[in-house]
């Protein structure tokens, strides 16, 4: 039926309409390939740029964390309102439905617990495997000024390798040790340090001045939630993070172990993707939350 195809009349090629040549809409990342964009793409909102992950990938060293006992019925309801799953390949196969829609941001480094040196990481999935799981990104905790800064270092660099080799973007995850201070200049160094060996996304944490951090850092950078704060002080920082130049969120412990963890992550996705301020976030916040209750 070919010939009868080329024979039914004139062909239109919109001569008058240039094809689009579009830039890539993440910071840095204009160079990378088709597949690394992709994955990118799903990770973050082509719309607003942003995303809001959401983390509970804490027990790969911390066992069951304070929220995090039961993944099945404390975390798969918030699913449908998070971006990204940030999460360990056991939790992956153990528990997230196959049918999941969520792009799958994969912790990928890990070794020692809580009761011994948290430097002393190695790589702890096979780029084969994050492929197979279908993942969208690896994450790799790196370790600066740590007993084992070097190493952790090369955990990233490796995967950051493998992952060229197949499309799969790195996220550096700056870890601050106990003795370190959380500063400008500490977390400045450390993101910098990520993005120039190769990280395609930098995690951080919020510290004053981070204007300073997103302008040295010349690819995407999200910021963790850390510790448990109220959800007004957590809000604040989310915002004040997203108008000093961060890309998103990957927060754990200030949406499941929030009281109303659903109209948590509602509330950061409206500071996140809308640029609500904080007062504005919290009202919703409190707004669903007596709504649940009432
Ligand atoms: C901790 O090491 C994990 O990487 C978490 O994913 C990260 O700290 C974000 O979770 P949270 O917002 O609870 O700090």
Redesign the pocket.
């Known amino acids: 039926m070919a010939e009868a195809e080329i024979q039914s009349g004139e062909k239109e090629y919109f001569l008058d309409i240039p094809q689009k040549n579009e830039t890539f809409f993440l910071k840095g990342c204009a160079n990378y390939d088709w597949g690394m964009k992709n994955r990118l793409a799903r990770i973050f909102n082509p719309r607003s740029g942003k995303t809001v992950m959401l ?4 027990g790969y ?1 911390q066992g069951p964390t304070t929220g995090l006992e039961r993944i099945d019925v404390t975390i798969l309801p918030l699913t449908p309102f998070a971006d990204a799953l ?1 999460l360990t390949r056991g939790i992956l196969r153990s528990v997230i439905p196959a049918a999941t829609s969520n792009p799958v941001v994969m ?1 990928a480094s890990g070794g020692p617990s809580i009761l011994k040196e948290l430097s002393n990481e190695h790589i702890a999935c096979d780029m084969d495997d994050a492929v197979r799981m279908n993942c969208s990104a690896v ?1 790799v ?1 790196v370790f600066i000024g740590g007993e084992y800064e070097t190493q952790s270092v090369g955990n990233m660099t490796r995967l950051v390798d493998a992952g060229m080799r197949v499309g799969m973007p790195v996220l550096g ?1 700056t ?1 601050v040790g106990k003795e370190l201070v959380r500063d400008v200049k500490y977390i400045g160094l450390a993101t910098r340090m990520c993005a120039e060996l190769g990280a395609a996304v930098v ?1 951080t944490y919020f510290v004053p001045d981070f204007e300073k951090v997103a302008a040295g850092c010349p690819v995407p950078l999200v910021i ?4 448990k704060l109220p959800e007004l002080e957590a809000l604040k920082m989310a915002a004040d993070a997203i108008q000093q130049g961060a890309s998103g969120v ?5 949406i499941f172990q929030s009281d109303a963890p659903v109209a948590m992550l509602k509330a950061v996705r409206k500071v996140v993707h809308e640029g609500l301020n904080y007062k504005q976030a919290n009202e919703y916040f409190l707004e669903l939350k007596n709504a649940k209750n009432g």
């Open positions: 983390a509970f990938d804490h060293f940030m912790r994450a905790q995850v870890a995690k963790a939630g850390g510790k990957d927060m754990g412990r200030n």
